[in-house]
């Protein structure tokens, strides 16, 4: 790890070091550090290569937060969240001369999946804003008061989880608000209603570019930019819902499911639906259709369902 700092805190700051059990470790987000610092002109940390994660919420005053080739100013009631792993340096910004913040420290084997996600819907920026949300700066005060005795054990450290896991996810759908803030342009809301009604035909980027009588890169980086998904991620969840569908709700054989929903080749259409569900097409017919009595949660005969949730691939 390579660190540099400088302390430039008031007394009565909150600095708390965690020392979570072994089975949180392993098995559980958990609190490596956290506090309330009320810092100065001259507070700074620059540091890289600290596997953590690290979110801050600004109370008051003002701090200037650099990272992954971005300066962001960090403002009253936002967050920043990142991944201590790239090089960061978060300092006090000169024109306030103040800065507080609640913080933790945190790190656990969904932290990726959940930074990952709130990177993706705040469209790749690491500072949101909370506008009115009280939920953030309460569940940092509670983290707080969790570990300021210094008595720790397994209980605490799972009630901490679950705060944490509170936190990550206020702090996704805070983005994922500000995305649905935007007015979607008219041709992402045209390429969507393209693909709703036409997802069994063959669909590229050529085909809805052309429709849409525009240039197919800026199609795909303006659909990206405002859905989360690229052209054909939308199309391949379009079809996969569709064929999860058919699967609750008709003895069609699986193949011809898989063309139905526009995917000609069945072992495609099976490795696409294991990706995304985890499970093949045949045993999420068999989990969905059976209920405890024997019949499918459709109410269809138990002899037909029988024949429907055999077929193999």
Not at 105 to 118: D, L
Not at 132 to 145: A, C, F, Y
Not at 149 to 156: A, C, M, S, V
Request: aromatic share 12%.
């Amino acid at each position: 790890m390579k660190l540099s700092y400088r302390l430039d805190m008031t007394k009565d700051s909150i600095w708390l070091t965690a020392t979570p059990s072994q089975t949180a470790k392993s098995s559980i987000v958990f609190v490596q550090e956290l506090g309330d610092f009320i810092s100065g002109r001259n507070y700074y940390t620059r540091r890289e290569k600290l596997p953590s994660y690290l979110i801050k919420y600004t109370i008051s005053g003002e701090g200037l937060l650099d990272y992954d080739g971005h300066t962001y100013v960090v403002k009253p009631g936002s967050v920043f969240w990142i991944d201590c792993m790239k090089p960061q340096y978060y300092r006090t910004s000169p024109r306030k001369g103040e800065w507080r913040v609640l913080w933790v420290h945190f790190y656990g084997a969904t932290c990726e999946a959940y930074y990952n996600m709130f990177v993706s819907q705040n469209e790749g920026s690491n500072v949101v804003n909370l506008d009115s949300d009280v939920t953030v700066k309460s569940t940092l005060d509670t983290l707080i008061g969790l570990y300021r005795n210094g008595d720790n054990n397994l209980i605490t450290d799972i009630q901490a989880s679950g705060f944490l896991t509170l936190l990550m996810m206020r702090c996704i759908s805070a983005a994922g608000d500000n995305k649905k803030g935007a007015n979607l342009p008219d041709p992402v809301l045209d390429a969507r209603s393209y693909i709703s009604f036409h997802y069994a035909e063959r669909i590229t980027l050529d085909v809805l570019s052309k429709h849409l009588s525009m240039n197919k890169y800026y199609l795909q980086k303006l659909f990206k930019r405002y859905t989360g998904l690229s052209p054909n991620e939308y199309l391949i969840r379009t079809r996969l819902t569709q064929a999860k569908q058919m699967l609750r709700t008709t003895h069609n054989p699986i193949t011809q499911i898989s063309m139905d929903v526009g995917i000609n080749n069945i072992g495609h259409f099976i490795n696409l639906f294991k990706q995304h569900e985890g499970i093949t097409p045949s045993a999420y017919r068999q989990r969905w259709y059976l209920g405890n009595d024997g019949e499918s949660a459709g109410g269809l005969p138990q002899q037909r369902q029988h024949s429907v949730i055999t077929e193999q691939f």
